[in-house]
Nanobody, 126 residues
Framework: QVQLVESGGGLVQAGGSLRLSCAAS????????MGWFRQAPGKEREFVAG????????YYVDSVKGRFTLSRDNAKNSVFLQMNSLKPEDTAVYYC???????????????????WGQGTQVTVSS
């Protein structure tokens, strides 16, 4: 049974930082491309960042480039999303996702991901 468990969300002031973690189990983690999505109230779930199986390639949506950094530790079956210079528009539920695809290229499509976590709330106050 595959499980993705996010943690690290919370309330932060604009300009602050948070570090989200996603711990995976039940899958071959080192063989899985990983992504982070977010969903704000009344909006569609959108791609935020992704990382290849080895961690060599990372992908970001334009709105977070230069502020968010995605990394992974295959020895710990975990990915980490470091979020700096947070803005109120970053407020959303953040979801970790994994894909079984052999080659990961940072797909923005939700349908390309096979497993999802339950989400963690990030709230940025102005």
């Amino acid at each position: 049974q595959v499980q993705l468990v996010e943690s690290g969300g919370g309330l932060v002031q604009a300009g602050g930082s948070l570090r989200l973690s996603c711990a995976a189990s039940g899958l071959t983690f080192s063989g899985s491309g990983m992504g982070w999505f977010r969903q704000a109230p009344g909006k569609e779930r959108e791609f935020v960042a992704g990382i290849s199986q080895s961690g060599i390639r990372t992908y970001y949506v334009d709105s977070v480039k230069g502020r968010f950094t995605l990394s992974r530790d295959n020895a710990k079956n975990s990915v980490f999303l470091q979020m700096n210079s947070l803005k109120p528009e970053d407020t959303a539920v953040y979801y970790c996702a994994a894909t079984k695809a052999r080659y990961y290229s940072g797909s923005h499509l939700k349908s390309e991901y096979d497993y999802w976590g339950q989400g963690t709330q990030v709230t940025v106050s102005s």
